[in-house]
């Protein structure tokens, strides 16, 4: 796709980790809206640190990184909610609140955001609903399945 306004786009971007590891080197690419990607690439790649520099949980060393026109190394601190807001990140490491059920997990974000009450628990039921977990709604986490509960067993012992 050409022409239209690109949603991210890297300019040039290079990150290197405190003690001088390089992980990504003069990147450069552009997305376009409705464009689906997939990154691929070997352990230790820098597949994770190109996915934390668009979220500004990293920042480049060099070059631009720029979400909707935005460019992030120019983004106050207290600006990086409202970009996060608009980005959907789903991490291996599943970050789940064992002191409060599924369906308070669920809500945990759509509050936080400001939904109302009433909004927030039918979209947070929908959800629920689309993966199958609806009927557990005020289970724990650790009641779901083997990888929650490994998750809570080893909270316990911490
Ligand atoms: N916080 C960090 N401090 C130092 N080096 C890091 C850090 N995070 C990642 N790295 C290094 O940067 C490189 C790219 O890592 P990463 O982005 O996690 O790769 P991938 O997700 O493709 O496996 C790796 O060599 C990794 O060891
Ligand atoms: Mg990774």
């Given at each position: 796709?050409?022409?239209?306004?690109?949603?991210?786009?890297?300019?040039?971007v290079s990150k290197r980790?405190?003690?001088?590891?390089e992980a990504l080197r003069l990147v450069?690419?552009?997305?376009?809206?409705?464009?689906?990607?997939?990154?691929?690439?070997?352990?230790?790649?820098g597949?994770?640190?190109?996915?934390?520099?668009?979220?500004?949980?990293?920042?480049?060393?060099g070059?631009?990184?720029?979400?909707?026109?935005?460019?992030?190394?120019?983004?106050?601190?207290?600006?990086?909610?409202?970009?996060?807001?608009?980005?959907?990140?789903?991490?291996?490491?599943?970050?789940?609140?064992?002191?409060?059920?599924?369906?308070?997990?669920?809500?945990?974000?759509?509050?936080?955001?400001?939904?109302?009450?009433?909004?927030?628990?039918?979209?947070?039921?929908?959800?629920?609903?689309?993966?199958?977990?609806?009927?557990?709604?005020?289970?724990?986490?650790?009641?779901?399945?083997?990888?929650?509960?490994?998750?809570?067993?080893?909270?316990?012992?911490?």
């Amino acid at each position: 796709m050409t022409g239209g306004v690109p949603i991210i786009s890297l300019r040039q971007v290079s990150k290197r980790y405190p003690g001088g590891f390089e992980a990504l080197r003069l990147v450069s690419f552009a997305v376009e809206p409705g464009e689906m990607l997939f990154l691929t690439g070997h352990s230790g790649a820098g597949k994770t640190t190109l996915l934390k520099l668009i979220a500004a949980i990293e920042r480049a060393n060099g070059g631009a990184v720029l979400v909707n026109g935005q460019n992030l190394s120019a983004l106050r601190p207290a600006a990086i909610p409202y970009l996060r807001r608009n980005l959907g990140l789903v991490f291996q490491g599943q970050k789940l609140l064992f002191d409060r059920s599924v369906f308070d997990n669920v809500m945990l974000p759509l509050i936080v955001t400001g939904q109302p009450y009433r909004e927030a628990a039918r979209r947070a039921r929908a959800a629920l609903d689309k993966v199958g977990l609806l009927q557990r709604e005020k289970a724990n986490p650790c009641a779901l399945g083997r990888r929650a509960s490994s998750d809570c067993a080893s909270r316990a012992r911490w």
